[in-house]
């Protein structure tokens, strides 16, 4: 078996503005800063093996505060990035609803097949996280793992594994600096992952 702990990473100024982040980068905030380091410490308990984390830099900086504490170099890959939502990134949603208010009732009747310029789809998403876990896991048998990466990617993701809807991957709530924790327990296609931990954020002050 293997332990996938989860962790989205702190808040951003953007995320306090309420605007699409995706693949461009907005640093973290005073709070951010604040909850990297708390998770960092509430991770430092653990036996962890390997720190694998999106390579935007508020992943990246979230990731390291939970390194350090094993003597581990986070592992940076692109494939954990967020969803790239195209011309949308840096708006907000009011904004978006003046310049492609279309676009924006469109996606929200049909966000699977609705492409945003420039932008994913969220099964294009799934697909490179998939590839990621596929290329990792083997390597981490009986072992527990961090993955620290953003919000819509990881609901997504989780919502895949769990065999939810993609379009129900909303119902997935998951704050900044949240802890998610799955067991990839091998055991077919029947029940492979196991939920052990959802959003927790009872580390946090």
Not at 27 to 36: C, D, E, K, N, T
Not at 47 to 54: C, F, G, Q, R
Not at 165 to 177: D, M, Q, R, V
Not at 181 to 199: A, M
């Amino acid at each position: 078996m293997t332990r996938l702990i989860l962790v989205r990473h702190g808040e951003t100024v953007w995320n306090q503005e309420r605007r699409y982040q995706g693949q461009q980068d907005s640093p973290l905030s005073p709070l951010g800063i604040r909850q990297a380091q708390e998770t960092g410490k509430f991770l430092a308990r653990e036996k962890i093996a390997a720190v694998y984390s999106s390579d935007l830099q508020r992943a990246w900086t979230t990731a390291q505060s939970i390194a350090k504490h094993h003597g581990l170099t986070p592992l940076a890959d692109p494939r954990l990035r967020e969803m790239s939502f195209g011309v949308w990134e840096g708006l907000t949603r009011d904004e978006i609803m003046i310049e492609y208010p279309d676009l924006f009732y469109a996606r929200y009747q049909d966000s699977l097949t609705t492409r945003i310029p420039n932008g994913e789809l969220p099964p294009e998403v799934v697909l490179r996280f998939q590839d990621f876990l596929d290329d990792c896991l083997p390597n981490h048998e009986d072992e527990t793992i961090v993955i620290v990466s953003h919000g819509g990617s990881l609901r997504l993701i989780i919502a895949n594994l769990l065999h939810i809807p993609l379009e129900k991957s909303y119902c997935i709530h998951l704050g900044n600096a949240g802890i998610s924790e799955l067991l990839y327990t091998r055991n077919g296609l029947q029940c492979s992952w196991e939920v052990l931990t959802l959003n927790s954020r009872g580390h946090l002050s």
